[in-house]
C-alpha cells in the first residue's frame, strides 16, 4: 500500500496526541473514582500497545524495520492489534458497568 511521506509522522502524532488528551480528560474526570482508575489506564495502555503493532504492520517499510517474512510478521502484528484491542475493549466495559453501578 502506498502513502505519503507525510502520512506516517501525522499518524504516529496523532494516536500519541490522541491518547495522551484522552489519559489526561479521564484521568481528571475518574478523580473522584479511584476504583476505576485502574481499568482507565489499562484501557489507554492496551490501546497504544495495540497501536505500536498496527504501526509496524502498516508502517514497517517506511520506518526501516526488518520483518524477516513479512506476511507471517504482518500476521502477527494484526493479530496482537486485535488482542490488544480486545483487552481494551474489556477495560472499558468493565469501567463502564462499575460507574453504572451504585456505589456501596
Keep these: 500500500m502506498s502513502f505519503e511521506a507525510e502520512v506516517i509522522p501525522l499518524f504516529i502524532g496523532g494516536v500519541i496526541a490522541v491518547s495522551a488528551m484522552e489519559f489526561f480528560l479521564g484521568w481528571l474526570g475518574l478523580r473522584h473514582r479511584k476504583d476505576v482508575r485502574g481499568l482507565f489506564v489499562g484501557h489507554v495502555v492496551t490501546m497504544l500497545l495495540g497501536f505500536f503493532f498496527l ?47 451504585p456505589r456501596q
Design 55 to 101: 504501526i509496524r504492520s502498516l508502517f514497517a517499510n517506511w520506518l526501516g524495520i526488518s520483518l524477516g517474512i513479512a506476511s507471517i510478521s504482518n500476521s502477527v502484528n494484526v493479530g496482537l492489534f486485535g488482542l490488544c484491542w480486545a483487552v481494551s475493549a474489556i477495560c472499558v466495559a468493565v469501567m463502564i458497568s462499575r460507574l453504572a453501578a
